[in-house]
Protein backbone atom coordinates (compact mmCIF):
# COMPACT_ATOMS: atom_id res chain seq x y z
CA UNK A 1 0.00 0.00 0.00
CA UNK A 2 2.61 2.17 1.24
CA UNK A 3 4.88 1.38 -2.56
CA UNK A 4 1.05 1.68 -4.32
CA UNK A 5 1.04 5.47 -2.82
CA UNK A 6 4.84 6.45 -3.47
CA UNK A 7 4.71 5.31 -7.60
CA UNK A 8 0.65 7.93 -7.83
CA UNK A 9 2.72 10.78 -6.47
CA UNK A 10 6.22 10.20 -8.57
CA UNK A 11 3.62 10.07 -11.85
CA UNK A 12 1.31 13.39 -10.46
CA UNK A 13 4.66 14.51 -9.91
CA UNK A 14 6.03 13.74 -13.46
CA UNK A 15 2.82 14.82 -15.24
CA UNK A 16 2.93 18.15 -13.27
CA UNK A 17 6.56 18.93 -14.94
CA UNK A 18 5.53 17.96 -18.26
CA UNK A 19 2.68 20.06 -18.53
CA UNK A 20 4.73 23.00 -17.44
CA UNK A 21 7.70 22.54 -19.66
CA UNK A 22 4.87 22.60 -22.62
CA UNK A 23 4.17 26.72 -22.35
CA UNK A 24 7.19 27.94 -22.30
CA UNK A 25 8.58 25.87 -25.75
CA UNK A 26 5.13 27.78 -27.56
CA UNK A 27 6.19 30.96 -25.67
CA UNK A 28 9.83 30.52 -27.23
CA UNK A 29 8.58 30.10 -30.37
CA UNK A 30 6.63 33.12 -30.73
CA UNK A 31 9.74 35.04 -29.52
CA UNK A 32 11.88 33.14 -32.29
CA UNK A 33 9.02 33.70 -34.69
CA UNK A 34 8.29 37.70 -33.84
CA UNK A 35 11.66 39.49 -36.22
CA UNK A 36 10.06 37.80 -39.14
CA UNK A 37 6.11 39.23 -38.38
CA UNK A 38 6.21 41.81 -41.77
CA UNK A 39 3.69 44.53 -39.74
CA UNK A 40 5.90 44.88 -36.99
CA UNK A 41 9.40 45.41 -39.45
CA UNK A 42 7.18 47.74 -42.00
CA UNK A 43 5.57 49.29 -38.86
CA UNK A 44 9.09 50.48 -37.56
CA UNK A 45 10.24 51.24 -40.68
CA UNK A 46 7.54 53.20 -42.01
CA UNK A 47 8.04 55.28 -38.49
CA UNK A 48 11.69 55.72 -38.99
CA UNK A 49 10.74 57.00 -42.68
CA UNK A 50 8.26 59.35 -41.98
CA UNK A 51 10.57 60.93 -39.11
CA UNK A 52 13.61 61.36 -41.60
CA UNK A 53 11.09 61.80 -44.13
CA UNK A 54 9.52 65.42 -42.22
CA UNK A 55 13.45 66.41 -41.32
CA UNK A 56 14.23 66.53 -45.05
CA UNK A 57 11.16 68.28 -46.21
CA UNK A 58 11.94 70.85 -43.21
CA UNK A 59 15.61 71.60 -44.44
CA UNK A 60 14.88 71.54 -47.92
CA UNK A 61 12.14 74.30 -47.21
CA UNK A 62 14.54 75.79 -44.75
CA UNK A 63 16.77 76.12 -48.39
CA UNK A 64 14.52 77.18 -50.47
CA UNK A 65 13.29 79.89 -48.12
CA UNK A 66 16.62 81.75 -47.85
CA UNK A 67 17.79 80.85 -51.30
CA UNK A 68 14.36 83.37 -52.48
CA UNK A 69 14.81 85.86 -49.13
CA UNK A 70 15.53 89.47 -50.16
CA UNK A 71 18.62 91.37 -48.90
CA UNK A 72 19.03 94.95 -47.62
CA UNK A 73 22.32 96.53 -48.10
CA UNK A 74 22.93 100.70 -46.58
CA UNK A 75 23.75 103.20 -49.06
CA UNK A 76 27.46 103.05 -46.80
CA UNK A 77 27.68 99.02 -47.91
CA UNK A 78 26.49 100.14 -51.75
CA UNK A 79 29.08 102.70 -52.01
CA UNK A 80 32.03 101.18 -50.32
CA UNK A 81 32.36 98.34 -52.43
CA UNK A 82 31.03 100.17 -55.79
CA UNK A 83 27.60 98.15 -55.85
CA UNK A 84 25.58 99.96 -59.22
CA UNK A 85 21.66 99.83 -59.52
CA UNK A 86 20.75 99.93 -63.47
CA UNK A 87 17.30 99.73 -64.63
CA UNK A 88 17.29 96.53 -67.16
CA UNK A 89 16.21 97.86 -71.02
CA UNK A 90 17.59 96.55 -74.34
CA UNK A 91 21.05 96.60 -75.21
CA UNK A 92 23.69 94.90 -77.86
CA UNK A 93 25.62 91.99 -77.55
CA UNK A 94 28.54 91.38 -79.95
CA UNK A 95 28.85 87.54 -80.68
CA UNK A 96 31.82 87.94 -83.03
CA UNK A 97 35.01 86.29 -83.13
CA UNK A 98 38.53 87.32 -81.77
CA UNK A 99 41.75 86.04 -84.48
CA UNK A 100 45.37 86.05 -84.23
CA UNK A 101 47.15 88.57 -85.93
CA UNK A 102 50.36 91.37 -86.18
CA UNK A 103 51.51 94.90 -87.08
CA UNK A 104 53.12 94.69 -90.76
CA UNK A 105 54.43 98.15 -92.00
CA UNK A 106 52.28 98.92 -95.27
CA UNK A 107 53.26 97.05 -98.68
CA UNK A 108 52.58 99.85 -100.34
CA UNK A 109 54.62 102.44 -98.66
CA UNK A 110 57.65 100.35 -98.24
CA UNK A 111 60.69 100.96 -100.56
CA UNK A 112 63.79 98.91 -100.82
CA UNK A 113 66.97 100.94 -101.79
CA UNK A 114 69.55 99.85 -103.87
CA UNK A 115 72.95 100.99 -105.52
CA UNK A 116 72.65 102.06 -109.09
CA UNK A 117 75.72 100.68 -109.40
CA UNK A 118 78.83 98.07 -107.97
CA UNK A 119 81.16 100.31 -105.96
CA UNK A 120 82.46 100.85 -102.57
CA UNK A 121 80.58 102.87 -99.46
CA UNK A 122 82.53 106.30 -99.10
CA UNK A 123 79.95 107.55 -96.14
CA UNK A 124 76.74 106.39 -94.14
CA UNK A 125 74.50 109.03 -93.50
CA UNK A 126 71.41 107.47 -92.04
CA UNK A 127 71.19 104.35 -89.80
CA UNK A 128 67.87 102.29 -88.35
CA UNK A 129 64.83 104.42 -86.66
CA UNK A 130 65.98 107.77 -88.14
CA UNK A 131 63.14 109.96 -89.82
CA UNK A 132 64.17 110.72 -93.52
CA UNK A 133 62.55 112.92 -96.26
CA UNK A 134 62.23 112.67 -100.26
CA UNK A 135 66.11 113.76 -101.46
CA UNK A 136 67.92 112.80 -98.17
CA UNK A 137 71.02 111.71 -99.20
CA UNK A 138 71.20 107.99 -96.89
CA UNK A 139 75.25 106.63 -97.84
CA UNK A 140 77.71 108.16 -100.41
CA UNK A 141 79.14 104.94 -102.71
CA UNK A 142 82.05 105.51 -105.17
CA UNK A 143 81.00 103.87 -108.43
CA UNK A 144 83.82 101.02 -109.20
CA UNK A 145 83.33 101.65 -112.85
CA UNK A 146 83.88 105.56 -112.81
CA UNK A 147 85.45 105.78 -109.69
CA UNK A 148 83.06 108.99 -109.18
CA UNK A 149 81.08 109.15 -105.95
CA UNK A 150 77.23 109.02 -106.38
CA UNK A 151 74.66 109.72 -103.69
CA UNK A 152 72.26 106.77 -102.49
CA UNK A 153 69.02 108.76 -101.88
CA UNK A 154 65.34 108.35 -100.69
CA UNK A 155 62.25 109.32 -103.10
CA UNK A 156 59.66 108.59 -100.33
CA UNK A 157 59.01 110.62 -96.86
CA UNK A 158 59.54 107.58 -93.74
CA UNK A 159 61.65 105.79 -91.84
CA UNK A 160 64.98 103.84 -91.78
CA UNK A 161 63.76 100.29 -90.59
CA UNK A 162 66.43 98.59 -92.01
CA UNK A 163 70.15 99.32 -92.81
CA UNK A 164 72.58 96.49 -94.72
CA UNK A 165 75.83 98.47 -95.41
CA UNK A 166 79.07 99.97 -93.24
CA UNK A 167 81.69 102.18 -94.69
CA UNK A 168 84.06 100.42 -96.81
CA UNK A 169 81.51 98.07 -97.85
CA UNK A 170 81.03 97.00 -101.43
CA UNK A 171 78.07 97.24 -102.35
CA UNK A 172 75.76 96.05 -105.54
CA UNK A 173 72.58 95.66 -107.29
CA UNK A 174 71.67 92.36 -105.85
CA UNK A 175 71.68 94.09 -102.37
CA UNK A 176 69.26 96.03 -100.68
CA UNK A 177 71.00 99.28 -98.92
CA UNK A 178 68.30 100.64 -96.73
CA UNK A 179 64.50 99.59 -96.29
CA UNK A 180 62.50 102.77 -95.92
CA UNK A 181 58.61 102.52 -94.56
CA UNK A 182 56.02 105.31 -94.18
CA UNK A 183 54.54 104.49 -91.27
CA UNK A 184 51.66 106.60 -91.04
CA UNK A 185 49.83 104.35 -91.58
CA UNK A 186 50.04 100.19 -90.93
CA UNK A 187 49.13 97.19 -91.71
CA UNK A 188 46.80 94.53 -89.67
CA UNK A 189 47.41 90.56 -91.04
CA UNK A 190 45.22 88.44 -89.21
CA UNK A 191 44.41 84.23 -89.59
CA UNK A 192 41.17 83.64 -90.64
CA UNK A 193 40.54 80.10 -90.05
CA UNK A 194 38.66 78.22 -92.45
CA UNK A 195 35.63 77.69 -90.43
CA UNK A 196 35.16 81.40 -89.69
CA UNK A 197 35.29 82.49 -93.69
CA UNK A 198 32.00 83.07 -93.96
CA UNK A 199 31.72 85.91 -91.18
CA UNK A 200 34.54 87.82 -92.84
CA UNK A 201 34.77 89.61 -95.85
CA UNK A 202 36.38 93.35 -97.49
CA UNK A 203 34.10 95.80 -95.05
CA UNK A 204 33.71 93.80 -92.29
CA UNK A 205 34.12 96.16 -89.19
CA UNK A 206 36.63 94.73 -86.65
CA UNK A 207 38.60 96.43 -83.62
CA UNK A 208 42.25 95.83 -82.93
CA UNK A 209 43.56 95.51 -79.66
CA UNK A 210 47.16 95.23 -78.65
CA UNK A 211 46.69 94.06 -74.84
CA UNK A 212 46.25 95.73 -71.81
CA UNK A 213 47.52 98.66 -71.62
CA UNK A 214 48.19 98.82 -75.24
CA UNK A 215 46.71 100.82 -78.09
CA UNK A 216 43.13 100.11 -79.45
CA UNK A 217 41.42 101.10 -82.49
CA UNK A 218 38.19 100.20 -85.17
CA UNK A 219 38.22 99.58 -88.72
CA UNK A 220 37.69 97.36 -91.86
CA UNK A 221 39.08 94.47 -93.51
CA UNK A 222 40.52 95.83 -96.83
CA UNK A 223 41.78 92.95 -98.51
CA UNK A 224 41.60 88.72 -97.74
CA UNK A 225 43.42 86.37 -99.80
CA UNK A 226 41.97 84.04 -102.04
CA UNK A 227 44.09 81.35 -101.56
CA UNK A 228 44.71 79.05 -98.05
CA UNK A 229 47.80 78.86 -96.27
CA UNK A 230 48.62 75.11 -96.61
CA UNK A 231 50.61 74.63 -93.60
CA UNK A 232 48.05 76.38 -91.63
CA UNK A 233 44.72 76.00 -93.89
CA UNK A 234 44.29 80.03 -92.86
CA UNK A 235 43.36 82.68 -94.99
CA UNK A 236 44.58 86.10 -94.19
CA UNK A 237 42.80 89.13 -93.72
CA UNK A 238 44.37 92.45 -93.52
CA UNK A 239 42.92 96.20 -91.99
CA UNK A 240 44.85 99.65 -92.43
CA UNK A 241 44.87 101.80 -89.61
CA UNK A 242 46.18 105.30 -89.26
CA UNK A 243 49.25 105.51 -87.37
CA UNK A 244 50.32 109.34 -87.41
CA UNK A 245 51.38 108.68 -83.25
CA UNK A 246 53.26 105.69 -83.82
CA UNK A 247 51.17 103.83 -80.96
CA UNK A 248 51.52 100.86 -83.49
CA UNK A 249 54.47 99.10 -84.12
CA UNK A 250 55.74 96.76 -86.61
CA UNK A 251 56.22 93.19 -85.07
CA UNK A 252 53.47 94.14 -81.95
CA UNK A 253 51.09 90.75 -81.77
CA UNK A 254 47.22 92.03 -81.47
CA UNK A 255 43.71 90.69 -81.39
CA UNK A 256 41.43 91.61 -84.55
CA UNK A 257 37.98 91.71 -83.14
CA UNK A 258 35.45 90.25 -85.87
CA UNK A 259 32.14 92.54 -84.96
CA UNK A 260 28.76 91.59 -85.11
CA UNK A 261 26.74 93.33 -82.94
CA UNK A 262 23.04 92.00 -82.22
CA UNK A 263 20.62 94.52 -80.30
CA UNK A 264 18.57 92.16 -77.71
CA UNK A 265 15.66 93.18 -75.48
CA UNK A 266 17.03 93.09 -72.43
CA UNK A 267 20.82 93.00 -71.67
CA UNK A 268 22.75 92.86 -68.33
CA UNK A 269 26.28 93.66 -67.84
CA UNK A 270 28.11 90.14 -66.49
CA UNK A 271 28.92 91.42 -63.53
CA UNK A 272 25.15 91.20 -62.57
CA UNK A 273 25.31 87.61 -62.73
CA UNK A 274 25.78 85.65 -59.84
CA UNK A 275 25.67 81.92 -59.28
CA UNK A 276 23.11 80.59 -56.47
CA UNK A 277 21.92 76.85 -56.09
CA UNK A 278 23.36 75.82 -59.92
CA UNK A 279 20.85 78.46 -61.25
CA UNK A 280 22.28 81.56 -62.32
CA UNK A 281 20.28 84.90 -60.86
CA UNK A 282 20.25 88.60 -60.98
CA UNK A 283 19.50 90.17 -57.65
CA UNK A 284 16.44 92.75 -58.61
CA UNK A 285 15.17 95.09 -56.53
CA UNK A 286 11.88 95.16 -54.34
CA UNK A 287 10.20 97.01 -51.66
CA UNK A 288 11.94 94.74 -49.22
CA UNK A 289 15.23 94.45 -50.37
CA UNK A 290 17.12 92.70 -53.43
CA UNK A 291 15.85 89.79 -54.17
CA UNK A 292 17.85 86.72 -56.39
CA UNK A 293 16.05 86.01 -59.34
CA UNK A 294 16.31 82.89 -61.52
CA UNK A 295 17.24 84.41 -65.57
CA UNK A 296 17.60 82.60 -68.49
CA UNK A 297 20.66 83.67 -70.04
CA UNK A 298 21.27 83.38 -74.03
CA UNK A 299 24.11 84.78 -76.40
CA UNK A 300 26.70 86.52 -74.01
CA UNK A 301 29.58 88.61 -75.08
CA UNK A 302 32.53 90.22 -72.94
CA UNK A 303 30.61 93.57 -72.51
CA UNK A 304 26.95 92.45 -72.31
CA UNK A 305 24.45 89.67 -71.74
CA UNK A 306 21.56 88.75 -73.11
CA UNK A 307 18.60 87.95 -70.68
CA UNK A 308 15.66 85.56 -72.24
CA UNK A 309 13.35 85.52 -69.26
CA UNK A 310 13.38 86.18 -65.88
CA UNK A 311 14.35 89.97 -65.71
CA UNK A 312 11.79 92.52 -67.40
CA UNK A 313 12.67 95.80 -68.95
CA UNK A 314 11.66 98.29 -66.68
CA UNK A 315 12.85 96.54 -63.56
CA UNK A 316 16.04 97.61 -61.44
CA UNK A 317 18.74 95.43 -60.40
CA UNK A 318 22.30 95.06 -58.94
CA UNK A 319 24.71 95.46 -61.87
CA UNK A 320 27.87 96.17 -60.94
CA UNK A 321 29.69 94.05 -57.77
CA UNK A 322 26.41 91.41 -56.90
CA UNK A 323 28.98 89.23 -54.87
CA UNK A 324 28.05 91.57 -52.07
CA UNK A 325 24.07 90.67 -51.99
CA UNK A 326 25.19 86.94 -52.95
CA UNK A 327 27.72 87.00 -49.38
CA UNK A 328 25.22 88.92 -47.24
CA UNK A 329 21.97 86.13 -48.30
CA UNK A 330 25.06 83.28 -47.57
CA UNK A 331 25.66 85.27 -44.03
CA UNK A 332 21.66 85.54 -43.51
CA UNK A 333 21.55 81.84 -44.28
CA UNK A 334 24.21 81.10 -42.03
CA UNK A 335 23.11 82.84 -39.06
CA UNK A 336 19.37 81.47 -39.49
CA UNK A 337 20.80 77.95 -39.54
CA UNK A 338 22.57 78.53 -36.32
Known amino acids: MTSTIRLLALLVAFLAAAGGCHPSSENDARV??????????????????????????????????????????????????????????PGTVDVGIDLPGSVRPNGDRLAHIVPRFPGIVQEVRKTIGDPVRTGDVLAVVESSESLAP????????????????TRGEAVDRDKQAFVIADLSTVWIDCSVFQKDLDRVGVGTRVRVSAGSGGPEAEGAISYVTPVLDQPTRTATARVVLANQDGRWRPGMFVTVRILAPLDVAVAVPPAALQSLANEQVVFVETAEGFVPRVVRVGRAAAEAVEILAGLAPGERYISANAFLAKAELGKGSAEHAH
Open 32 to 89: TDRPEVAPDAHGGGAHDHDAHGDDARGDGAHDHDEGGGHVRLTAEQMQAFGVAVSTAG
Open 150 to 165: YALTTLMDGTVIEKHL
